[in-house]
């Protein structure tokens, strides 16, 4: 009888295993399809509001179980020296992990870039969702990439403190 309660009970973690590893990379994410100029927005410093940047070969993916999920890709002609002149940088952009399957984003291969000058990140669009900016990095080859990420609020307020005093006061429910 225990035998049969053990494979039992390792059948079961290794089904939860299974389901839980399906759900994370496979389930929740959708594809997002392109809707046109506005798909890719960069922040102009002289107005602080975004702008659509001319792209081509968008694909993007999201998940509405977290709002840090989403990972966009897509080629350009504008170079990012250029596009300096502009737009606002954001020096401290960090590229999430995107599954395994949305091969166009390889999060370490971007951050590599950035941290060695072959692409430069502009704020996309700030508080996309309250903490949350969209990040957009271009290649000095064209190749550009958004993400989602949190904030400098987003991290205080969603780690149960108050809000600092230059930050927006959080939707109820923060």
Request: aromatic share 12%; net charge negative.
């Amino acid at each position: 009888m225990g035998k049969i309660l053990a494979i039992f009970l390792a059948l079961a973690g290794v089904t939860a295993g299974v389901g839980m590893y399906y759900l994370q990379v496979y389930h929740f994410y959708e594809e997002v399809p392109a809707t046109g100029a506005g798909d890719v927005q960069l922040t102009a410093r002289a107005s602080a509001a975004p702008e659509p940047l001319p792209h081509d070969d968008f694909q993007a993916i999201d998940a509405d179980s977290s709002p840090i999920r989403y990972r966009a890709c897509f080629t350009t002609t504008a170079r990012p020296d250029t596009l300096s002149e502009t737009y606002a940088p954001y020096p401290a952009a960090e590229p999430l992990n995107a599954p395994h399957w949305f091969d166009c984003f390889d999060a370490e291969a971007i951050g590599e870039a950035l941290e060695d000058g072959r692409a430069t990140a502009f704020l996309g669009t700030r508080d996309i969702e309250y903490g949350i900016d969209r990040i957009v990095a271009i290649t000095e080859d064209g190749r550009g990439y958004v993400w989602h990420q949190i904030n400098r609020c987003g991290s205080v307020v969603f780690d149960g403190q108050p809000a600092p005093d230059d930050c927006p006061e959080p939707p109820q429910g923060y």
